[in-house]
């Protein structure tokens, strides 16, 4: 079995460089398909969240894995419902029993709401100092966002967890997070399959053959490259398999200059910078107009770079 690197935290801790992502696995029978398949396969990083709403899937399934719990890695983010001090502390206590765990390994705030962030922070503070997360960070943070953190964060996160991939490099981001000591989680490191529009794109093309690779891979192996935490997901046990397999060559100091060429600043997911929850919208009927609308123009706008 493949010997998974670490990616050594802020807080000293060693996270495994790969893990499961589970965005939008909602069936069981199709979660514990992936999840045993994972296991197998050598994965013992899991990637969920309140929003995911498969908690209680995954704990569950490490629970008859066999797997004892320090042999697993398993992360959690707060969903923006569950903001504020209070909330996030109780909603924390209920993802505990989903999970059948005493403790998380890693704990996110899921995303940037503005005008709940420093309470959000604090409950997560004080988890942390109670041992109930080990490693405590956050996700879709910016630049500016992880600034302002040290007006008010007595522990800073270990980790940023961000979309990012070969066509959304975001180097600055990158920068700040290294000079932080900051270690940036990549999640939708294929870019939600926008790799098949590009697998006819001679740069991946050849970089791929070159190493009897598929392009997917290519685009893991590069994140590996950069020393990025990567959360492919897949409920497919053959491109889970596919997935894992990137340890096994480097790209070269040309292949990586050539992968460099492609950054389209395509974004797949929300970008933090311009969505309605970074200025705090409340999850009501209008907020919830406002994101579908976000979210339609979101779309309208990935085809348009794609046909670039």
Not at 5 to 20: A, F, V, Y
Not at 29 to 58: C, I, K, M, P, W
Not at 137 to 161: E, F, H
Not at 180 to 204: K, T
Request: glycine share 4%; aromatic share 8%.
């Amino acid at each position: 079995m493949t010997k998974v690197p670490t990616i050594k935290l802020n807080d000293d801790r060693e996270i495994p460089q790969i893990g499961l992502g589970l965005w939008m696995v909602k069936d069981k029978a199709e979660f514990d398909r992936a999840f045993d398949a994972a296991v197998e396969t050598g994965y013992r990083h899991f990637d969920s969240a309140q929003a995911y709403d498969n908690e209680q899937f995954l704990g569950a399934a490490w629970q008859k894995s066999g797997l004892k719990r320090d042999e697993i890695w398993l992360t959690t983010k707060i969903n923006i419902a569950n903001f504020g001090h209070d909330k996030t502390l109780k909603s924390f206590d209920e993802s505990l029993k989903k999970l059948q765990t005493e403790y998380v390994d890693l704990l996110l705030l899921h995303f940037p709401m503005k005008n709940k962030l420093r309470d959000s922070w604090k409950a997560l503070e004080e988890i942390h100092a109670a041992g109930k997360a080990k490693s405590i960070g956050v996700s879709n943070y910016t630049i500016d966002q992880l600034r302002d953190m040290k007006t008010y964060a007595k522990t800073m996160p270990a980790v940023n967890q961000v979309e990012l991939h070969v066509f959304l490099q975001q180097p600055e981001l990158l920068q700040y997070c290294k000079e932080n000591n900051i270690a940036v989680e990549a999640y939708s490191p294929l870019a939600h399959g926008a790799v098949i529009a590009f697998q006819d794109n001679d740069v991946m093309k050849n970089i791929a053959g070159k190493y009897s690779k598929t392009p997917a891979q290519i685009m893991l192996r590069w994140c590996v490259e950069k020393d990025l935490i990567i959360l492919p997901k897949s409920v497919t046990p053959s491109r889970i398999r596919e997935n894992f397999d990137v340890f096994d060559f480097s790209l070269d100091k040309d292949d990586m200059a050539q992968l460099a060429e492609l950054d389209k600043n395509l974004r797949t997911c929300w970008d933090p910078t311009t969505s309605p929850m970074s200025d705090g919208v409340k999850l009501s009927l209008k907020g919830a107009t406002e994101l579908a609308k976000f979210g339609a123009q979101h779309v309208r706008d990935i085809k348009k770079v794609l046909k670039k």
